[in-house]
């Protein structure tokens, strides 16, 4: 978390309205995602967008008028989520 990389991506999920702990916390579960389907092409400011968008994708509740949302609810005992 010391690298100007990383404190830069951290500045920035700050500025999009994220605490600084919160921010380190789906920093660190994003970040390897992100990093192997982007690499660092991406400057600090779209990495931490990039970080928040799919923070938002996962945390959205299922609405069912929505057409671009998918029930799969009656799946979760299938699926085994590995944070």
Do not use: C, W
């Amino acid at each position: 978390m010391d690298q100007p990389y990383i404190r830069d991506i951290l500045k920035n999920l700050q500025n999009l309205g994220y605490e600084f702990d919160k921010a380190k916390e789906i920093l660190i579960r994003f970040y390897r995602i992100i990093k192997r389907t982007n690499g660092f092409s991406l400057n600090a400011r779209d990495f931490a967008i990039l970080v928040h968008e799919l923070n938002e994708a996962i945390n959205r509740k299922y609405d069912p008028t929505d057409p671009n949302q998918i029930f799969i609810g009656h799946l979760r005992g299938v699926i085994q989520r590995k944070d």
